[in-house]
């Protein structure tokens, strides 16, 4: 048996003083564990909003926009978190992101 998802104690936290980014990188994280990009995205696009130098947070908006089916939205995602990331020193982040990016860009060339 699964543990339970620590989803609905994190979203009683939304619209309180504890909503910040890191709040809404966790809900956007368990919604992708779940399986639901969807309802990851408005999460993860409130924790970029929030913080926009948040890098781990670009990498699962990427992760989450590209699951949902919206490849150039998540290519702009991966490029604007490698950017971040690098500017932070983040080189595993960025590397990580860039590799997404490339599958994404091969992927959108051998479609079109």
Same mark, same amino acid.
């Given at each position: 048996?699964?543990?339970?998802?620590?989803?609905?104690?994190?979203?009683?936290?939304?619209?309180?003083?504890?909503? &910040? !980014? +890191?709040?809404?990188?966790?809900?956007? *994280? @368990?919604y /992708?564990? %779940?399986?639901?990009? #969807?309802? =990851?995205?408005?999460?993860?696009?409130?924790?970029?909003?929030?913080?926009?130098?948040?890098?781990?947070?670009w990498?699962?908006?990427? &992760? !989450? +926009?590209?699951?949902?089916?919206?490849? *150039? @939205?998540? /290519?702009? %995602?991966?490029?604007? #978190?490698? =950017?971040?990331?690098?500017?932070?020193?983040?080189?595993?982040?960025?590397?990580?992101?860039?590799?997404?990016?490339?599958?994404?860009? &091969?992927?959108?060339?051998?479609?079109?």
């Amino acid at each position: 048996m699964s543990p339970p998802s620590p989803l609905p104690g994190l979203l009683k936290l939304v619209g309180t003083p504890r909503d &910040r !980014a +890191l709040l809404r990188f966790s809900i956007g *994280a @368990e919604y /992708l564990k %779940a399986g639901d990009p #969807g309802g =990851a995205l408005p999460h993860l696009q409130e924790a970029v909003a929030r913080d926009p130098n948040h890098s781990a947070a670009w990498k699962l908006l990427g &992760r !989450a +926009l590209g699951e949902a089916g919206k490849p *150039a @939205e998540a /290519l702009a %995602a991966y490029e604007r #978190g490698i =950017a971040v990331a690098e500017a932070r020193g983040d080189k595993q982040a960025a590397k990580e992101m860039a590799v997404f990016a490339r599958r994404l860009r &091969r992927s959108a060339g051998g479609a079109g």
